[in-house]
């Protein structure tokens, strides 16, 4: 009991700080719109007391009261929202950290030390230290406050010095609290080919857990991200709403704790499962970055922050432009010759987009990839398949006057391939029990070293062999099973967590050594999608599902954290009960590509993709490098509306959708959203069929921003799976 009753002069001398230098101060991270305040309390800890809309007068700060809850018993120690709490101290609650000493001690009490600030590419870092009064363990928080994008990036560093490893069951990279009278989480989760799927509840006392466990294609049940609506469900364009997401792409948690009062605690974490993690003497473990924005105007202006931040910090050549391309899979799967992709490569010529990328079957001899049982690991081009190799085919390409792509899936194997039976100790398995398998394969072991070189290697010999290989596609099909690292050996504790970082060092060499080839994150779909990955990949494939209907779904809830020009979408003969304009409009709203035979096209329909093309390529600065509006749900009516605005505001480009109407039901104008109100613009339907005219009453017209923004326009029908895409021209 006489720990629970340390008195702010003994905290701080054990801790070893200056009273007079450290008591009260108060550590301000801000953005042009938002304020996390902390402060250092009379007991030499560290605490949050704000966590809102920017307060206006600096001396507001110092009325800021870091105990939210006093003990129960009466004691002079009083409970506040500390912000790295460690287990084992007075807090009822869930810790950030959690190790267990040399001596067996599990409890760890932090103490300020100290703290710095200093200015980084668009924004400012602090960084503050804290410390253990009785055991050598140190944790350093990093905060890089982005003004203009009001984004918060946040992650921890964990050092030590004892003299055998500690022992880590719990290691967040942040803790953020709110003091509401309720709370509303929005998660999205689903599977393969229902990716992103967006539900809402009330958050209740006690914890809601969001996690995953799968090691690899980690975000096929469950995304990375969340949203917490305060005091109300987090709504489109008013209310005040936490937006947050772990740069991981292994097993994340995310624990989200209502207490005894009603403050809500949100601890964004790697997932400690089957992850206790020895820490050796002097090693430091690095937390995943979580990425937040704090909006008092709504889920809109939320992803708008996190869009635009994106774009300027986060994802590979997030400035830079985009590719159209034509895929071959949906057309041929495995069954392709090189004079079959020769023919496809001038199909993509004609259709004008700006390269062919072969998909999956390309290679293997011993064990020829004719499906998914075999071939993995064998990175060689088949031969009776493929006589000329890979450089033929880009020989074909240039030919056609396109640019050429692959897929590769390098961090797979499947137990039939000469890889395997080479090196069966690079796969993750069990050394003494029966294997199973997901999609007949198995997961490299990234925490080898060894396994990292050869899976560069790969790329290495690709790009040295053909240079002017244009784009990759890297695939990730496979959960980890059989969950054992033959390389970890006794110290399996770090698997989950090591595989990881043997992921990321692989993307960052490719990337340090390839910048300028364009690569496509894919995991089976959409499970790949954090934001840590995104530094090395251009874009990443949402679903597999390219159903426009069930697009609409994925990609409303993709775009919530994900600028368009990261979000590939494809043109396929799924759902052919839709039409091919409809299929194309839906792709239009992310970034356009084709997966589908040409040759199953009418001449109309393939002038059609011609022109939409062309449209696209037209509106880039509006839909790659403008702000996003999401005007109408497809998750709250029959339709849905998106539009786009240019930086300038000089060009915009509305993206309608009749879903599943019913008969005759009320129709509403669609009002746009970030115009100028003084410009006047043009207002011209596109993506029209050959020989068709619009029926839009607004067609051709000139109208003033402030009318569209405030009266809108009718762009809805009755019609099941309708679509309009309406161009806005500043005159």
Known sequence: MMRHLLCAAMGLALAGNSLEAAENQVIRISTNHTDLVLQVAENGRLYQTYLGEKLLHEADLKELDWAVHAASDGSVCKRGWEVYGGSGNEDFFEPALAVTHNDGNASTWLYYVSSSVKEVEGGTQTDIVLRDDAYPVEVTLHYVAYPEEDVIKTWSEIVHQEKKPVYLSAYASTMLYFNRGSYYLTEFTGDWAKEAQMSTGQLQPGKKIVDTKLGSRAAMHASPFFMVGLDQPASENQG???????????????????????????????????????????????????????????????SRNLQDWMRKYQLKNGTGDRMTLLNNWENTAFNFNQELLAELMREAKDLGVDLFLLDDGWFGNKYPRKDDKAGLGDWEATQD?????????????????VKFGIWIEPEMVNPKSELFEKHPDWAIHYPNRERYYYRNQLV???????????????????????????????????????????????????????????????MKRIHANYPDVTMMLCSGGGARCDYEALKYFDEFWCSDDTDPV???????????????????????????????????????????????????????????????????????????????????????????????????????????YDIHPRYQEKLLAVRMQGLDPEKMYLVKEINLMPDASSSLKADGKVYSGDYLMKVGLDVFGFQQMQSRVIEFVAQ
């Not at 072991?445 to 240079?467: A, F, I, R, T």
């Not at 596609?473 to 059989?482: A, M, R």
């Not at 775009?559 to 239009?588: Q, Y």
């Open 240 to 302: 005040d709403v936490l937006m947050g997401t772990l740069g991981w792409t292994g097993n994340f948690r995310f624990t989200f704790e209502v207490d005894n009062v009603g403050n809500l605690r949100i601890i964004p974490s790697v997932n400690p499962y089957a992850s206790v993690y020895p820490l050796e003497r002097g090693e430091v473990f690095t937390t995943p970055e979580f990425v937040f924005t704090y909006s008092a105007e709504g889920t809109g202006k939320g």
């Open 385 to 401: 398949k493929l006589p000329g190799g890979v450089p033929a085919l880009i020989e074909s390409a240039k030919q056609a006057g």
């Open 444 to 506: 490299l072991d990234l925490s080898n070293p060894e396994v990292q070189d050869y899976v560069c290697g790969v790329v290495d010999k690709l790009m040295k062999e053909n240079p002017e290989l244009a784009y990759f596609k890297w695939d990730c099909n496979s959960p980890i099973t059989n969950i054992y690292s033959p390389y970890l050996k006794e110290r399996q504790g770090r698997l989950y967590i090591d595989h990881v970082r043997g992921v990321y060092n692989v």
């Open 550 to 656: 069930e697009r609409a779904y994925i990609q409303w809830g993709f775009s919530h954290f994900f600028p368009a020009k990261a979000m590939c979408a494809h043109v396929t003969s799924w759902n052919r009960a839709s039409s091919v304009k409809f299929r194309t409009d839906m792709a239009s709203m992310c970034k356009l590509g084709f997966d589908i035979g040409l040759d199953e096209l009418s001449q109309d329909e393939l002038a059609y993709c011609r022109a939409a093309v062309a449209n696209w390529n037209r509106l880039k600065p509006a839909i790659l490098e403008g702000s996003q509006y999401r005007l109408v749900s497809p998750y709250e009516s029959n339709h849905m509306a998106v539009n786009y605005v240019s930086e300038d505001k000089a060009s915009a480009v509305l993206f309608a």
